[in-house]
Nanobody, 122 residues
Framework: QVQLVESGGGLVQAGGSLRLSCAASRRTFSSYAMGWFRQAPGNEREFVSAISWRGGTTYYADSVKGRFTISRDNAKNTVYLQMNSLKPEDTAVYYC???????????????WGQGTQVTVSS
């Protein structure tokens, strides 16, 4: 079992930045691929970004490519999502997720955090 706790969400103006963090409870964190997903009101949950267990492979949704950066620190059991040039359409609850095996943009992750709200005002 892996427990995930997100932090770093908040209210920011368009064009601003936020960094989300996701702390994992398990010592074997480094063996898990990690992903970020988001869900806006009335919408389905959608993929944002993912990173392999070593950090050597990353994936991004087209809507965030060039603006968001995913990274991980296995020594701290933490994955990050640096979000720059935020837009109102980025407003959503952001969820951290973990899975064994390869990182993927497919919503097939095994463990999920409780989510953190990101609100971007225009």
């Amino acid at each position: 079992q892996v427990q995930l706790v997100e932090s770093g969400g908040g209210l920011v103006q368009a064009g601003g930045s936020l960094r989300l963090s996701c702390a994992a409870s398990r010592r074997t964190f480094s063996s898990y691929a990690m992903g970020w997903f988001r869900q806006a009101p009335g919408n389905e949950r959608e993929f944002v970004s993912a990173i392999s267990w070593r950090g050597g492979t990353t994936y991004y949704a087209d809507s965030v490519k060039g603006r968001f950066t995913i990274s991980r620190d296995n020594a701290k059991n933490t994955v990050y999502l640096q979000m720059n040039s935020l837009k109102p359409e980025d407003t959503a609850v952001y969820y951290c997720a973990a899975k064994s095996g390869k990182a993927t943009w497919v919503d097939e992750y095994d463990y999920w955090g409780q989510g953190t709200q990101v609100t971007v005002s225009s």
